[in-house]
T-cell receptor
Framework: AQKITQTQPGMFVQEKEAVTLDCTYD???????LFWYKQPSSGEMIFLIY??????QNATEGRYSLNFQKARKSANLVISASQLGDSAMYFC???????????????FGKGTKLSVIP | DTAVSQTPKYLVTQMGNDKSIKCEQN?????MYWYKQDSKKFLKIMFS???????INETVPNRFSPKSPDKAHLNLHINSLELGDSAVYFC?????????????FGDGTRLSIL
């Protein structure tokens, strides 16, 4: 079974609108961390936001916020006021407390390609 | 100023050759990683080193050999390159393996096998 599922291969959003990118995860650990990364067409991987499994509040970083629903095992990324520069691949990733070799491993979803339309 | 730097950025070579990719981080982190991103953009862990000790060694052909001379460097050597090795290889680093520690990535090395 996939540990991280991103069901939207591609998404379109109008500039200045908000968009939600879906991410569901599968783990039996009580302690885990969820991350979102952005990969523009230039190829680099940019860390955006982190949510811990014990965090009671949803994480926010500027225009990025994470809609964390623990019971549903979902960690959706919300981008407010989309800009043209937000066009990129977005990856959801998880770090579990015990993933064989401790918690070192980041497991990634397959990504969502976001296109912002002017 | 670059936090995690990889060289080279592009590597084009012939099947059967041996090549190396270098990675250096100046963030003071003690854990470094190699990931492979395939043509469908899927990212998968290959290796992880913590304080120069190998922590993760996923099912990777033994033609791939990581080497960590010190905490700030993790190099990847690939022997007898095959067509299927064509991919983007990312180096990353973090402070330990704690679940709250984000991994910071280099810009990637695009390896193309002719």
């Amino acid at each position: 079974a996939q540990k991280i599922t991103q069901t939207q291969p591609g998404m379109f959003v109008q500039e200045k609108e908000a968009v939600t990118l879906d991410c569901t995860y599968d783990t039996s650990d009580q302690s885990y961390g969820l991350f979102w990364y952005k990969q523009p067409s230039s190829g680099e991987m940019i860390f955006l936001i982190y949510q811990g499994s014990y965090d009671e509040q949803n994480a926010t970083e500027g225009r990025y916020s994470l809609n964390f629903q623990k019971a549903r095992k979902s960690a959706n990324l919300v981008i407010s006021a989309s800009q043209l520069g937000d066009s990129a691949m977005y990856f959801c990733a998880m770090r579990e407390e015990w993933s064989g070799a401790g918690s070192y491993q980041l497991t990634f979803g397959k990504g969502t390609k976001l296109s912002v339309i002017p | 100023d670059t936090a995690v730097s990889q060289t080279p950025k592009y590597l084009v070579t012939q099947m059967g050759n041996d090549k190396s990719i270098k990675c250096e981080q100046n963030l003071g982190h003690d854990t470094m990683y190699w990931y492979k991103q395939d043509s469908k953009k899927f990212l998968k862990i290959m290796f992880s080193y913590n304080n120069k000790e190998l922590i993760i060694n996923e099912t990777v052909p033994n033609r791939f050999s990581p080497k960590s001379p010190d905490k700030a460097h993790l190099n990847l050597h690939i022997n007898s390159l095959e067509l299927g090795d064509s991919a983007v290889y990312f180096c990353a680093s973090s402070q330990g393996g704690g679940i709250s520690q984000p991994q910071h990535f280099g810009d990637g090395t695009r390896l193309s096998i002719l």
